[in-house]
């Protein structure tokens, strides 16, 4: 994680281990491991991307789309993507 961050990689996919995460990279920024300067720039750039693409001016997900959420189609998307993520 440390290499990770100080690499400049902004987004870590966390699930229910993220507490852990957060523990772990709190630790290595008092240690000095992690510069707060890394997480801040990190940080602007992730938000500066979400305004570009207008993420803030509609926040909320488009619910005429949920039917097709986890349908047949999007299942065989996502199988297809795990097998050979450059095919898109």
Do not use: W
């Amino acid at each position: 994680m440390t290499a990770g961050v100080n690499a400049g990689v902004d987004i870590f996919m966390m699930s229910v281990d993220y507490p852990l995460f957060i523990d772990a990279l709190l630790k290595e920024t008092a240690a000095g491991r992690v510069s707060v300067d890394q997480i801040d720039q990190a940080v602007r750039r992730i938000l500066t991307l979400k305004f570009r693409m207008g993420l803030f001016e509609s926040p909320l997900a488009a619910r005429q789309f949920l039917k097709e959420a986890g349908s047949i189609e999007h299942r065989a998307l996502a199988r297809r993507a795990v097998k050979d993520p450059l095919c898109f």
